[in-house]
């Protein structure tokens, strides 16, 4: 069993996706833990519609193969479609954080995933869940990473929301 952490972000009906989002975490792996969620403002997107993003970890003995699909599978069950733009907006989208300490392409799929590094709404959350584990490629904890991220225009802030799961 693999810890596998995933970021998970919504500005169409956010609460409803994230919670159905969760739901389906919830209901198909065990250990799932979560990250407070966080508004944030859009990066490098045309629309001005903010964000939730949060941080889900979870075990699993799946392959990244595997994960990467069911996270594809459940984003299209929530009306993600694969001819929209990169920047625009979504209702859903999961994105595989890392798995273990796998580093390098994998069923290709590149871990650990290089938005850790560079946006806050990944990097904050994922800190909050794992603030002692270490990041697989560069060996800082993400505690370590967000005491020294600069967030520049990259504002977020929580926001009350119960999980229900």
Not at 64 to 75: D, M, S
Not at 132 to 150: C, I, M, N, Q
Request: include cysteine.
């Amino acid at each position: 069993m693999a810890l596998v952490s995933v970021s998970i972000g919504s500005n169409i009906d956010r609460e409803h996706h994230v919670r159905a989002c969760l739901t389906a975490l919830s209901g198909t792996f065990d250990g799932l833990a979560v990250s407070r969620v966080y508004e944030s403002e859009p990066v490098g997107f045309e629309d001005g519609r903010n964000f939730f993003n949060l941080a889900a970890t979870f075990e699993s003995d799946w392959t990244v193969g595997e994960l990467q699909a069911w996270c594809k599978r459940i984003e299209r069950e929530h009306g993600r479609r694969k001819d929209t733009p990169k920047f625009s907006p979504r209702t859903l989208d999961i994105d595989l954080l890392t798995v273990g300490s796998l580093v390098g392409e994998h069923d290709g799929v590149m871990l650990p995933r290089d938005e850790i590094l560079h946006h806050a709404f990944v990097l904050l959350p994922l800190s909050e869940l794992l603030p002692d584990t270490p990041h697989p490629e560069v060996g800082r904890t993400y505690a370590e990473l967000w005491s020294e991220f600069k967030a520049g225009s990259q504002r977020l802030w929580p926001v009350a929301f119960a999980s229900n799961t």
